[in-house]
């Protein structure tokens, strides 16, 4: 059985040399610590697409209600997850400066210099509008709105919005919603228990399911990868990537090159 890869040290480590106590025989300097939980968000994700395909293949009932609510909130926290993985990056990069995850002695201390006095304004953005203000700011090459990955993120984002300020609606109503449209456009394989002519629309249930999880954390991991593609440096999954895409992930149906307008994180 192959070895698994070794998990690297997850903290980035600082160094207050500002106040220290010492004596003639030694000197003691502050530590602090921050967690970086961008890859935490992407790895848990992953993990919870697993779990969900892993009931999936169970080929269960449609009145095992338990098994089915855990299935839900399995998919459920990948979404959610996959989406905060991004809104963290940004916060981060903003605060902390590119290249953050190497420590003080990684980061580019101009770009910080130059992003910290607008770290207020970029925080009250859009999700997806923060990547688009530091690349602009940083004098990077954009990432363009109508292609991916932009297009799977808008989506993955406005699906979570739409999940975390949930609305009860008849399914005639969601049908007509742009992003319903655009998931359905996915063609994710529906499970044995989520019946096909169930009532009430595409979403929520029926799109609920392990393939829109394993295609949630692609759609960020990709967004994440194409940032740092832009900024020119690593990216600070990299050292835990295999955490990430161990969880079968990529075998989600394929990403489609455009989706219907309307998917615009506003």
């Not at 070895?3 to 106040?19: N, R, Y």
């Not at 304004?121 to 859009?126: A, E, L, S, V, W």
């Not at 919603?177 to 629309?201: C, H, Q, T, W």
């Not at 929520?204 to 829109?212: E, I, Q, R, S, V």
Request: glycine residues 8%; contains cysteine; negative net charge.
């Amino acid at each position: 059985m192959p070895e698994e890869a070794e998990t690297p040290t997850s903290h980035v480590l600082e160094i207050d040399d500002s106040t220290h106590s010492h004596s003639a025989d030694e000197v003691t300097l502050p530590l602090d610590a921050r967690f970086l939980f961008t890859w935490q968000f992407l790895a848990g994700a992953a993990a919870q697409a697993g779990l969900a395909q892993d009931i999936e293949a169970d080929d269960i009932e449609f009145d095992d209600t338990p098994k089915i609510v855990l299935h839900r909130s399995l998919v459920l926290g990948a979404i959610m997850q996959s989406t905060a993985a991004m809104e963290a990056e940004a916060w981060d990069v903003v605060h902390h400066g590119p290249g953050h995850h190497h420590g003080a002695g990684g980061i580019d201390q101009t770009s910080l210099d130059f992003l910290s006095p607008l770290a207020g304004m970029i925080d009250k953005q859009p999700a997806l509008s923060r990547f688009e203000t530091i690349l602009h700011l940083l004098g990077r090459e954009p990432l363009n709105r109508g292609e991916q990955p932009w297009q799977d993120a808008a989506l993955l984002v406005n699906l979570r919005n739409e999940l975390v300020h949930y609305k009860s609606t008849w399914g005639s109503e969601s049908e007509r919603k742009d992003f319903a449209k655009a998931l359905r456009g996915k063609g994710f394989v529906l499970p044995s228990f989520i019946r096909e002519n169930l009532a009430g629309g595409y979403f929520p249930l029926k799109c609920l399911n392990a393939a829109c999880a394993t295609w949630a954390v692609g759609a960020s991991l990709g967004f994440l990868d194409g940032f740092y593609e832009r900024l020119g440096i690593d990216s600070p999954l990299d050292s835990h990537r295999h955490l990430i895409e161990r969880g079968s992930w990529q075998q989600a149906p394929a990403q489609q090159a455009h989706q219907p307008d309307g998917q615009q994180v506003d």
